[in-house]
């Protein structure tokens, strides 16, 4: 691509902005339900009390920028650290400080953990995989993969006979992603399974859990397909996201690639309740197409 193409290209981009902002491919919404507080405005060089209160999609610091509307327009449709400016060879401090504030909030979405009666207290059967604390589940991912003896056992005699649809909740590598999305989404596939014709009978909450711990489920339960919702590792644009894996026939040993995954599960992606819905129709899917992941991909009518 020549330099005449190349300015056609950004000129193009520039002309087509002005929709609504996205993150990776789903409507913008709020971050937060509810009342909405007023945009804080921001000029260089101004005291913020809390930095994590910017939005960043309109956060612009270059300074003397020459098309600063149409950028900022463009700096609204994601999320990311653009137009952050410099100071010299260096981040402005207001840029730094941000970046470190959330990546605060992701480490603290890893080491912070589920409130111990989490579970009971939304009528979930209780389970832990094999890792002991925190640390393990975080160095050895194997035992976030399958339970005792023990919980075996817990899970055998709550679960009578094999369930059509295994819901699960596991913590995952955000306890503020299931804390924030995990029951509003899993209250959106019942009711959409619901009007199905489908029960989903008891959820099971696991903690110290990977994606994995669901076929663990399978292997005990026996049921037809399962369903985990897990937090997702956190990054520097929220540590609250939580993802969908959806495996037909789910056992130890399942190839990664026979699962189905609904991803950015969060207020800024797609909102808890959103997502379940969707949820509720892949998991009817694929029931009637008796398989999932890319599978379920190459059923598909081209």
Known sequence: ??????????????????????????????????????????????F?????????????????????????????????????????????????????????????????????????????????????????????????????????KKLKNAISGAPRVQLVVGDGLSSAAIMANAMDCMAAIRDGLK?????????????????????AVGDVTGCELVCVLVGERPGLVTDKSMSAYITYQPHTGVSESSRTVVSNIHAQGTPAVEAGAHIAELIDTILKKKVSGVGLHLEEPR
């Open 48 to 152: 913020v009390e809390d930095v994590t209160k910017l939005d960043l999609r309109k956060l612009y610091l270059v300074e003397q920028p020459e098309q600063k509307e149409a950028y900022s327009r463009l700096k609204e449709r994601t999320p990311a650290r653009l137009g952050c400016g410099k100071a010299g060879p260096r981040y402005k401090t207001l840029t730094m400080l941000r970046f470190r504030a959330d990546h605060a909030a992701a480490q603290d979405a890893v080491f912070s953990q589920v409130p111990e009666d989490f579970g009971e207290k939304n009528g979930m059967i209780c389970l832990q995989t094999r890792c002991k604390d925190k640390d393990q589940y975080l160095t050895r991912p194997d035992m976030g993969r399958c339970f005792d003896e023990e919980n075996q």
């Open 195 to 215: 009007l199905k014709g489908i029960d989903t009978g008891k959820a099971v909450f696991v903690r110290y859990c990977r994606v994995g711990a669901g076929d």
């Open 1 to 46: 691509m020549n330099k005449q193409e190349l300015t056609a290209l950004i000129t193009q981009l520039m002309g087509t902005v002005g929709q609504e902002p996205t993150v990776k491919g789903s409507d913008y919404k709020p971050t937060d339900p509810g009342p909405q507080q007023p945009d804080t405005q921001y000029h260089d060089g101004d």
